[in-house]
């Protein structure tokens, strides 16, 4: 359930946050350097001695010629994990729910200009969750599913937030409960693919569901050939890619690396992710899909890993400098912005880092 403070935990919240959160919008003269908090004890702020061995930035992958760099940007206004995954609109990025100050159910809704380098609070989800799906499509921003207890119990409610109103309301919701899945905007609609599912005990699926917004229903279309949760999905060239991913809550991690046909409705396999992992993050720049940060047993992933779909091949790129997974990711002008996240394998510790990725 979600997790309970003491008196004592939530004075240090409180004062945590008015160190940290001093006005509606940061600016990154005013904001200090991102920071880092326990989970369950907002006294402990700093990492274990073992952390730095749990970092991972080696990819087998060949060297980009041009292999980008990494630029620290506003941190979010405080540390959060386990959003899953961010979307943009209109230069700015929405990173929604997730872990944070004590909770693991936060209704959290921040907003990141990237051409101002400020944060915003925006209206908070209907429903605070981890693990939600997000997709943006013609001036909305949609929030699937999620966990409402610490990896598990995910629900199937789902919300539209009307971007201009700055409101959010209710939509169909999910055929079948899920959370950690992968979820994009696909000519308008917008698919749900794979997750984990089950009350107790936590079960990766390859359901593939889609919503239409003119009609608020949802249609089935062909399962992901491999279940998984915690995979990576992007939209290159009219189809959807789903990349890496775990298994039912293990740390078995996988490399492998599916590409969706809508007019066919069918599935292709494509060339496996380099570094197999779970919680990465995606994105698209310069016609090629980012697969960034992740976790696997006991590590902490950095790597930064592109695929070519025009010959079916990855390299890698400059390494994330905070390796981290659970963050919210999106590619808005020529960086890609990679927020929050959790700096340690498993979920015991939140991070309010803010990088970005350009190729120069």
């Not at 006294?43 to 992958?61: C, D, G, T, V, Y």
């Not at 009219?238 to 078995?252: E, K, L, W, Y």
Request: glycine share 10%; with cysteine; charged share 20%.
């Amino acid at each position: 359930m979600p997790l309970i403070t003491s008196p004592r935990r939530r004075a240090l919240v409180k004062a945590a946050l008015a160190a940290l959160v001093t006005t509606p919008a940061l600016t990154r003269a005013q904001t200090p350097e991102a920071t880092i908090m326990h989970v369950r004890d907002a006294s402990i702020l700093r990492l274990p001695a073992n952390a730095e061995a749990q970092k991972q930035f080696e990819s087998s992958a060949a060297r980009a010629a041009q292999p980008g760099r990494w630029n620290a940007r506003a941190p979010l206004p405080f540390p959060r994990s386990e959003m899953a995954s961010a979307a943009a609109w209109n230069g700015r990025m929405h990173v929604v729910g997730g872990f944070g100050n004590l909770r693991v159910d936060r209704a959290y809704h921040h907003v990141y200009d990237a051409a101002k380098n400020v944060w915003s609070e925006a209206a908070a989800l209907p429903r605070g969750a981890s693990h939600i799906g997000v997709a943006s499509a013609n001036g909305l921003l949609y929030a699937i599913g999620g966990f409402i207890e610490q990896n598990r119990l995910p629900h199937e409610d789902a919300f539209a937030f009307d971007i201009a109103k700055g409101e959010w309301r209710t939509i169909a919701p999910l055929p079948r409960a899920r959370a950690a899945a992968c979820v994009v905007n696909l000519q308008g609609k917008i698919h749900v693919i794979a997750g984990a599912s089950g009350r107790d005990i936590r079960k990766s699926v390859d359901w593939h569901e889609v919503y239409d917004p003119a009609a608020d229903r949802w249609e089935t279309r062909a399962p992901l050939p491999d279940p998984r949760d915690h995979a990576g999905a992007e939209v290159l060239n009219g189809r959807i890619h789903v990349m890496g991913g775990g298994f039912d809550g293990s740390n078995r991690n996988t490399d492998l690396h599916h590409v969706y046909e809508p007019k066919s409705d069918s599935w292709e396999k494509r060339a496996p992710l380099p570094t197999p992992r779970n919680g990465h993050a995606t994105a698209v720049l310069r016609e090629k899909i980012f697969v960034i940060g992740g976790e696997s047993a006991g590590k902490v992933h950095g790597q930064n890993e592109a695929y070519d779909g025009k010959t079916d091949r990855w390299e890698s790129y400059a390494a994330l400098p905070t390796p981290r997974h659970g963050a919210g990711a999106v590619a808005i002008g020529n960086a890609i912005y990679f927020a929050g996240g959790a700096p340690l394998a498993g979920t015991t510790f939140l991070t309010s880092a803010n990088e970005a990725f350009t190729l120069g």
